[in-house]
């Protein structure tokens, strides 16, 4: 009780604070080069406002590796960039897998809300985005009061190469995170090459069946913690306008300039999201917390970039440190287990001015 206690001022305390009409989630990190703007062609297809949502999840591995479970309901195959993948691959159009993995992992996000949480959340659409360069993933509002959550390939990519590396670590004892996270560091490129894990190693189906899993899991903390914004009424356009939201009315509308950062709401976000995580986990999939912690561990590894690194200042700027984030993170999972899973209660929606 004394954990439910602390997440629940955590969270009183982001309601008590200032909303924006758009929370910036995972600021634009380029890799060789400054990002576009989201003009790029919409993915199809994408989530309306009739349509059925799906649901989502970030990381710092679990002090022990959780046990393998059922594979996701599309399986990995050979076109499956998490399991090989390398730079020209990505660019012929591999990540047609991953964003089927994103819609999955949405509707069963959905799924586990009660029907009062899950009916509003519904007219949120799912935006889908291939600008080049980016690593992002936000939660906002059009001016007519359509509501988005939205993820570009690059947090995609980066999840599986996560995914990727966790995998073959845990099969078969190698340290395939730690080189990966050397590589953010350096400011190295987000897809690592098919080399980087040895074939046998690659094809073997103990280490695909769990990356499929790690990928899931890690999808679900970005997508709960974007939905989160939208229930705990950090945007306050969930239940408005209907209608699907395009790539093209997103470039239009948002402005270029990140909002302003909101720390309590960021966290309140990290708490929901990944207690949604867990009770999605519990109804089959087994997703646990340690998704959500190793995107962390890579957005440090990533922050220890020089002081004078753009990416740095901006990532900074609209966010707390992963630092802060992870035992955050880890106090709400331990919270939900201790409270036999049950999640704390979202608020009532808050009337924002526009």
């Not at 649901?55 to 050979?78: I, L, Q, V």
């Not at 350096?186 to 074939?199: C, D, K, M, Y």
Request: proline share 9%.
């Amino acid at each position: 009780m004394l954990r439910m206690r602390r997440l629940s001022a955590v969270v009183a305390l982001a309601a008590a604070l200032g909303c924006g009409d758009a929370t910036d989630d995972w600021v634009p990190v380029p890799i060789g080069g400054r990002p576009s703007a989201a003009t790029s062609t919409p993915p199809a297809p994408l989530t309306t406002a009739t349509s059925a949502p799906t649901a989502t999840t970030r990381p710092t591995a679990p002090a022990s590796p959780p046990a393998a479970s059922s594979p996701p309901a599309t399986a990995p195959g050979a076109g499956d960039p998490a399991v090989a993948v390398d730079a020209p691959r990505v660019e012929r159009g591999d990540t047609a897998y991953l964003r089927d993995r994103v819609r999955a992992v949405h509707e069963a996000l959905l799924a586990a809300l009660p029907e009062r949480e899950r009916a509003p959340l519904r007219r949120v659409s799912l935006v889908l985005d291939d600008a080049p360069g980016e690593v992002n993933a936000f939660a906002a509002c059009l001016h007519d009061g359509r509501a988005l959550v939205a993820l570009t390939d690059g947090i995609l990519q980066v999840q599986s190469q996560l995914a990727r590396a966790r995998a073959a670590d845990e099969v078969f004892g190698t340290g395939r995170v730690e080189a990966y996270l050397a590589g953010a560091r350096s400011g190295r490129r987000l897809v690592e090459p098919a080399s980087f894990i040895p074939a046998e190693q690659e094809r073997d189906p103990r280490k695909r069946a769990r990356q499929a899993t790690l990928l899931d899991e890690g999808v679900a903390f970005v997508v709960g913690h974007e939905l989160a914004h939208h229930r705990l009424a950090h945007t306050g356009c969930v239940g408005g306008a209907p209608g699907a939201v395009t790539l093209a009315d997103v470039a239009r509308e948002l402005s270029a300039e990140v909002p302003g950062f909101n720390q309590p709401n960021e966290l309140a976000a990290d708490v929901y999201g990944v207690q949604h995580v867990l009770a999605a986990g519990a109804r089959g999939g087994g997703w646990t917390e340690g998704g959500a912690l190793l995107l962390c561990r890579f957005f440090q590894a990533r922050s220890q970039l020089s002081l004078g690194d753009e990416l740095r200042f901006a990532f900074e700027r609209t966010h707390p440190p992963a630092a802060l984030r992870i035992p955050v993170i880890e106090e709400a999972a331990a919270g939900w287990r201790a409270a036999g899973g049950l999640s704390l209660p979202v608020p009532p929606p808050l009337v924002l001015p526009r």
